[in-house]
């Protein structure tokens, strides 16, 4: 069975960098079949999708979001990592990762979320 | 840019009714490439339907989807209590719906 853990800071200062990673277990990132994204959730709001990576290390970002995100992987640890610039409260929101199916792009299995909030 | 938009916002119903909830995309998409899901407080989205009407692993058949072009659907046959929850449609993995909200009446 495949999980997906999210871990990093849940407290992020303004104009500091969000950085998170997801611990892929139960299976092979580097399986070649999926996709690997972050999409995030702030309360009591809907999913944007911000980010995915494949094993390759080719990577797509949502345009509203491009210029502030970097997402990597490390395929020795089963990992990869979101790194969020210059944030602000409206960056304050749970954070998922993700698997997205290759061929049809749905997200099968999700992380539990972790709640990153942007304060001083 | 796709946008899809859900209605309604908030549906009330009760135990062993049947649900029907609406995804409209401002433009045609492939129905290969829309899901549904459904997330529960606290709780990550799970995946309910893929490629508009091909229910995912484990998904009780009382859901069903349906629909192409710009207009897709999501039925749940008879409600059961675990059933009340937030429901999303995506496209192309990249645009969300903004949800609707399945509430006990």
């Known amino acids: 069975q495949v999980q997906l853990q999210e871990s990093g800071p849940g407290l992020v200062k303004p104009s500091q960098t969000l950085s998170l990673t997801c611990t892929v277990s139960?299976?092979?990132?580097?399986?070649?079949?999926?996709?690997w994204s972050w999409i995030r959730q702030p309360a009591g709001k809907g999913l944007e999708w911000i980010g995915r990576?494949?094993?390759?290390?080719?990577?797509n970002y949502n345009p509203s979001l491009k210029s502030r995100v970097t997402i990597s992987v490390d395929t020795s640890k089963n990992q990869f990592s979101l790194k969020l610039s210059s944030v602000t409260a409206a960056d304050t929101a749970v954070y998922y990762c993700?698997?997205?199916?290759?061929?049809?792009?749905?997200?099968?299995?999700w992380g539990q979320g972790t709640l990153v909030t942007v304060s001083s | 840019e796709i946008v899809l938009t859900q209605s309604p916002g908030t549906l009330s119903l009760s135990p062993g009714e049947r649900a029907t909830l609406s995804c409209r995309a401002s433009?045609?998409?492939?129905?290969?490439?829309l899901a549904w899901y459904q997330q529960k407080p606290g709780q990550a989205p799970r995946l309910l339907i893929y490629?508009?009407?091909s229910r995912a692993t484990g998904i009780p058949d009382r859901f069903s989807g349906s629909g192409s072009g710009t207009d897709f659907t999501l039925t749940i046959s008879r409600l059961e209590p675990e059933d009340f929850a937030v429901y999303y449609c995506?496209?192309?993995?990249?645009?969300f719906g903004g949800g609707t909200k399945v509430e006990i009446k």
């Open positions: 990576i494949y094993t390759s290390g080719s990577t």
């Open positions: 995506q496209q192309y993995g990249f645009t």
């Open positions: 993700a698997r997205q199916s290759l061929q049809l792009w749905f997200y099968d299995y």
């Open positions: 433009q045609s998409v492939s129905s290969s490439y």
């Open positions: 139960g299976g092979s990132i580097s399986s070649g079949s999926y996709y």
């Open positions: 490629g508009a009407s």
